[in-house]
């Protein structure tokens, strides 16, 4: 079983960066596997925000496009994201997500972790 | 802007058979979308329970089934238990990205 941990500061003040991590379970991240970051605002739906390969390649949410950034450290097993410029509006609980290409999206989850933006 | 519509909510008795659906602003969902559907039970990360339309996850329960309904995608839960009392979101691929529709609040009443 894939263990996904997210991790990050639980506050972000409004027009601040959201940094936060995810931390894929040692060997449970192989060439076929795509990671993707969903978040959930309180009360309400799930968003996908974006994904990143293997091998890097990277899709945004093109509502989110311009303020985000996914990357990762393969070696560590670190994944990361970075949203730009956060307004209350970006208040929600990120998850990172993974899945093997061809077998559906979005198979294991992290439990989650609640950024508010605020002041 | 894309969006995908769920019902908002639905009501099933215990034992009975009921069905979700998820329908796209641009017309048609087909098999290329790759239809997925998952399941949040509150204060849990939500769990995939159906893929590209129609295929079930090992962990998958036999009584839900994936498949498309006139222009929609569809997931239909038959001899629905209590424990199937949850918030079911569709999630459709759209080239390069994907999109969740907004839920469906499933009460087991």
């Known amino acids: 079983q894939v263990q996904l941990q997210e991790s990050g500061p639980g506050l972000v003040k409004p027009s601040g960066t959201l940094s936060l991590t995810c931390a894929v379970s040692?060997?449970?991240?192989?060439?076929?596997?795509?990671l993707t970051w969903v978040r959930q605002p309180p009360g309400t739906g799930l968003e996908w925000i974006g994904e990143i390969s293997h091998s890097g390649k990277t899709y945004y949410n093109p509502s989110l496009k311009s303020r985000v950034t996914i990357s990762m450290d393969k070696s560590k097993n670190h994944f990361s994201l970075s949203l730009r410029s956060v307004t209350a509006a970006d208040t929600a609980v990120y998850h990172c997500t993974t899945h093997p290409a061809g077998e559906g999206q979005l198979v294991n989850w992290g439990q989650g972790t609640l950024v508010t933006v605020s002041s | 802007q894309t969006v995908v519509t769920q019902e908002p909510s639905l009501t099933v008795s215990p034992g009975g058979t009921v069905t979700l659906t998820c329908a796209s602003s641009t017309g048609a969902v087909t098999s290329t979308y790759q239809s997925n559907w998952f399941q949040q039970i509150p204060g849990q990360a939500p769990r995939a329970l159906i893929y590209?339309?129609?295929n079930k996850h090992s962990w998958t329960p036999a009584r839900f089934s994936g498949s498309l309904l006139g222009d929609k995608a569809a997931l239909t839960l038959s001899g629905v238990q209590p424990e199937d009392e949850a918030e079911y979101y569709c999630?459709?691929?759209?080239?390069?990205?994907?999109?969740f529709g907004g839920g469906t609040k499933l009460t087991v009443l």
């Open positions: 999630l459709v691929q759209y080239g390069d990205m994907w999109v």
């Open positions: 590209s339309t129609t």
């Open positions: 040692s060997g449970s991240f192989s060439s076929r596997d795509w």
